[in-house]
């Protein structure tokens, strides 16, 4: 019995760290598409030559940190311009151009908590691996120890 309980736990292990790593590479893989997909927008920081944050005007923003500055920008100039949504006209030029400001805003916020899901999907992948290690080497110990008994 103790060595069907032992080969459960290695059998428990080998999935934790198949899991884990399956869990790792979609993460990455994912990341790597919101980065794609971010360059092929070509979106640019409307920023002077070097800000005092150390972003360069023309850069892609294709980063967390970039896409929460072109966030911040983005929001400065449509409040500078046209104040908040109500304060535009039903109808006008104006709240077009504010909506147009809106959706891009929304695809970069829905691109950072992209990032950050995929930060923690890697985060649940790693400690998955390293409780598949735990759960393996214990097994091992379990079957030895059952083994010597025997």
């Given at each position: ?107 970069m916020y829905i691109a950072t ?15 998955m691996i390293i409780v598949g ?18």
């Amino acid at each position: 019995m103790r060595r069907f309980l032992a080969i459960g736990v290695v059998i428990v292990g080998v999935v934790s760290l198949v899991l884990g790593t399956v869990f790792i590479v979609q993460a990455n893989t994912t990341s790597t598409e919101i980065r794609a997909g971010l360059q092929d927008e070509k979106v640019t920081l409307g920023l002077p030559a070097e800000d005092e944050d150390g972003y360069t005007n023309g850069n892609v923003v294709d980063t967390t940190a970039e896409l929460q500055a072109a966030q911040d920008i983005l929001l400065e100039h449509m409040r500078d311009s046209y104040g908040t949504y109500g304060d535009t006209g039903r109808g006008s030029p104006e709240r077009t151009s504010y909506l147009d400001g809106l959706t891009l805003m929304n695809s970069m916020y829905i691109a950072t908590m992209g990032y950050g899901v995929t930060t923690v999907i890697t985060g649940i992948g790693a400690f998955m691996i390293i409780v598949g290690i735990a759960l393996g080497a214990t097994g091992v110990l379990l079957l030895r120890a059952q083994t010597r008994v025997s």
